[in-house]
């Protein structure tokens, strides 16, 4: 047994265009998934020390400049990650304080300059 079809019973629906049917994410409200900002020396004030508190949290740099690691670090509330090569001044002195284990703590650090580039330093 056949059955006849009604015109307009096999078309195709038609995708709506209608730009109320598009759907916008809110941003993430969590905090913690977001990620860092990377520390600058222009974060830190030009004139005397800052103290920084390292959170412990190492990881290996991914930076073009060298080889080195990221350290999450906070300064006055807000979350940097704060690069750090293995051939400067701040990963001995660090190193020698911190051990290989658990850098986590505060530091003082300052904004020194060389060769016409600003860089954040360890004081202590």
Do not use: H
Request: charged share 30%; proline share 6%.
């Amino acid at each position: 047994m056949r059955v006849t079809q009604t015109e307009g019973e096999l078309k195709p629906m038609k995708r709506s265009t209608n730009s109320k049917s598009k759907v916008i994410l809110p941003p993430p409200t969590n905090k913690s998934m977001e990620l860092a900002q990377f520390l600058k020396a222009t974060d830190i004030p030009e004139k005397g020390t800052t103290e920084i508190t390292l959170l412990g949290d190492v990881r290996k740099s991914t930076s073009p400049y060298g080889e080195g690691i990221e350290v999450a670090c906070t300064l006055g509330g807000k979350r940097y990650d704060w690069t750090i090569r293995f051939d400067s001044w701040n990963y001995p002195r660090l190193y020698k304080r911190f051990g290989a284990e658990n850098w986590e703590g505060v530091v003082k650090v300052e904004r020194k300059e060389y060769k016409g580039n600003e860089y954040v330093a360890v004081v202590d």
